[in-house]
């Protein structure tokens, strides 16, 4: 068996620090905290540079020491990751963001960035036996974690909101899972998630109830660090929703650079929601170091419909310590912005994505980012996902004879 | 300006061989055959090597020098291109070809291999300073189009059947598009494009009537080759509606092999079609140079509804010299075939993808194919575009109280 050279150690805990054994099936700390995968970074340090991962194939298992996963053979690849970031000359000319960037993870089988966690929660999963996994979503999530259980060969249990995007049902059940809808938010799906995984000793593959999603998702931040050369961006725009994207690129960028690939302050990382779900904006105005529920929750933007996430105080952490913030912007402001970078840039991303850009106009404004700064918003899935957000009248032409 | 370096020096027809100046808008030979785009492959053989590519960005324009662009400044990119290979190792062991894969276009910009040539057909446009441009489409193509024209700044004009998949609509419009639907096949669109392109004077962007799209589709053939490290495999399943991929991979092979960067035989170039529109199968039943039109065709395999290919001829010029064949499938293995596919190997993969999957069980059945052959199924485009294919009955579940 063929090592991957993996430098993970150990988990701990986001929030008391009690550490546990990487080769056995962890779910949350016994404190209901997430549990984070540590890296033996001092001897990786001794082996590793920028040059160790220049040759690889485009994929994110080039960055495989600073994976999880200890053995090739346990790898459930379908090719993801080293996505395009894609200059916005035009819109960041308009707003006054000259050099402003798109990472675009629609460019990823599944067409969400979930496919990133999945493929690596999923190789988790393999690793360490699981023959079946549950979990909650709002359809992009499931649909990846479908595909992939499919893939290796494991069982998917996945309960979604009937809200959730249709296409990502068709998904779940072409990879054959066993797929439920419920009338409700992602919250109550959860609560059935956790009820069936207790009676049935099933994997609890929920976001942050497993340590190993989030490193597929560190993968954006160790993409975006290697893409612009190791020099880092002055801001990072992330549509915020369970928050596991947000923390797993602030994870990636420090361990960069306790690793001493990257140098200098990292970039302020923003967090976007919907003015209908907001809860990190509230907490984040107010300081606080967790998030409230919030009540009766609503946006087009339907990843991002999450009331209350467990790692909401470690996203709020990294927006505080490096110096971002988090905004929200409205279901109109959210439409325009999906019909402005499409028109404008050829980039038709989802609602989510699109936030960003109505987030990044606002900083603009409020004088928040310069005209200087080199910012990257990160799109997290491909507009085609989501027929529904735009309509189109469209005339008939008659058939010549 | 920055030059690319491109070897491109001249337009020939693919029929009588009549050359045209590269540095003016061309569409259709006098002859009305298709034009094709002449390298200077020996100058280039002086300077190109497997090497030259090895260490550049992961999208088709690594393949600069052999693309018709000639200033970078034109290049309009969306990240596209070095899709995965994913091995179907569970598939093919079942099937009885252990060394199967699939190159992956649905890991692409707007999420089918219309991207390829939308991207390199758009650029050279730009180039040759056009301004707005028309096309019919069943779909896919249209999207492309209208999302690079787009970032190009280019009008694009786009007509298709009422029927092509409704997502396809939704990028036409938000990218600016103007988009007409029409009562009928893209036959039928065909002919409004042609009359508007006359009467508008437009430039004909319809399949073959340039001759730069086909550039973008070769990429295929010159990733497939490099990411085999240069050695090629047995046969390449191909979708086969207007035929532009397969004429453009093995354009891709032919040049390769004058540039002596691969050797040997090329791979038999298989055309896959649907029994309810196998235009060129017919054709290649009865050995003849050309196909006739394919009466009353229909499909749920969208994209390879074409009863009657501008470029016909050249298809099957490439499936004869290569020992290749034609080989149609019922829609009801189609839909089977995207369902294995799924659930065993986590693809998911649009219906024309899945029509090669069981073109190949059939020829190993026949004994075309043998056992140690590595053969490469080429998905053109993803599952997701298509929630109509598949239909779901998905059980509810209550929420807890």
Known sequence: ??????????????????????????????????????????SAKA????????????????????????????????????????????????????????????????GTFKARGASVGVSRAKELGVKKLAMPTNGNAGAAWSIYSARAGIKAEIIMPEDAPKITRNECAAAGAELYLVRGLISDCGKIVAKHVKENGLYDASTLKEPYRIEGKKTMGLEIAEQFDWKLPDAIFYPTGGGVGIIGIYKALRELKELGIIEGKLPKLISVQAKGCAPIVRAFEKRKEASEFFEDSQTIAFGINVPKALGDFIVLK????????????????????????????????????????????????????????????????????????????????????
Chains 1, 2 share one sequence.
């Open 47 to 110: 082996v590793l540079s920028a040059d160790t991962f220049r040759n690889r194939p485009a994929n994110l298992w080039r960055y495989k020491e600073l994976l999880p996963v200890a053995d090739d053979e346990n790898i459930v690849s379908l090719g993801e990751g080293m996505t395009p970031i894609l200059p916005l000359s035009k819109l960041g000319r308009k707003i006054g963001l000259p050099d402003l960037y798109m990472k675009d993870e629609g460019v990823i089988p599944t």
């Open 318 to 401: 990294a927006l505080y310590e490096t110096g971002g913030t988090a905004v929200s912007v409205s279901d109109e402001e959210i439409i325009e912005a999906v019909k402005e970078l499409a028109a404008n840039e050829g980039t038709f991303v989802c609602p989510e994505g699109a936030a960003n850009f109505a987030a990044a106009e606002k900083l603009v404004k409020s004088g928040f980012l310069k005209e200087t700064d080199r910012v990257v918003l990160l799109n997290t899935g491909a507009g085609i996902k989501y027929p529904d957000t735009l309509t189109a009248e469209v005339p008939y032409l008659e058939k010549m004879v």
């Open 1 to 42: 068996m063929s090592k991957t050279g993996s430098f993970a150690i150990e988990l701990y805990c986001s929030k008391c620090g009690k550490t546990y054994a990487l080769n056995e099936i962890h779910q949350l700390c016994e404190c209901g905290a997430p549990l984070l995968v540590r890296y033996d970074l001092e």
